[in-house]
């Protein structure tokens, strides 16, 4: 399959885009009544309810996930940033020795 190597990211992101749609058509379906169906109007309180809560926002989380990335970015940083700060107060080479004393 290495003709499909040029291709990959292209191939990757239809995959995730139609993952997307498919788990955001199953929320829209139970609480926005699109497409109709038998479990419009789902009660969030119930099983399948909850699921519709999830799948829509999963669906868009997986169908748009430019701001997803962002905020693992940002914890990333926020993440270093603690760590920095935690070397620089306790005059520690590496966090090993924080957790050691």
Same mark, same amino acid.
């Given at each position: 399959m290495t003709f499909l190597k040029p291709i990959a990211p292209q191939l990757l992101s239809l995959l995730r885009f139609m993952s997307g749609l498919l788990v955001?058509?199953?929320? %829209?379906a139970k609480y926005l009544n699109f497409p109709a169906g038998?479990?419009?109007? *789902? %009660?969030p309180m119930t099983m399948s309810g909850a699921a519709g =809560?999830?799948?829509?926002?999963?669906?868009? *989380?997986? +169908?748009a996930p430019r +701001? *997803? @990335? *962002? @905020? =693992? @970015?940002r914890g990333a940083r926020n993440a270093n940033a603690q760590a920095m700060l935690m070397l620089q107060c306790c005059n520690a080479a590496s966090p090993v020795e924080i957790n050691a004393a």
């Amino acid at each position: 399959m290495t003709f499909l190597k040029p291709i990959a990211p292209q191939l990757l992101s239809l995959l995730r885009f139609m993952s997307g749609l498919l788990v955001l058509q199953h929320g %829209s379906a139970k609480y926005l009544n699109f497409p109709a169906g038998p479990m419009n109007n *789902a %009660s969030p309180m119930t099983m399948s309810g909850a699921a519709g =809560v999830i799948e829509l926002i999963g669906g868009i *989380a997986i +169908f748009a996930p430019r +701001f *997803a @990335r *962002a @905020r =693992v @970015r940002r914890g990333a940083r926020n993440a270093n940033a603690q760590a920095m700060l935690m070397l620089q107060c306790c005059n520690a080479a590496s966090p090993v020795e924080i957790n050691a004393a």
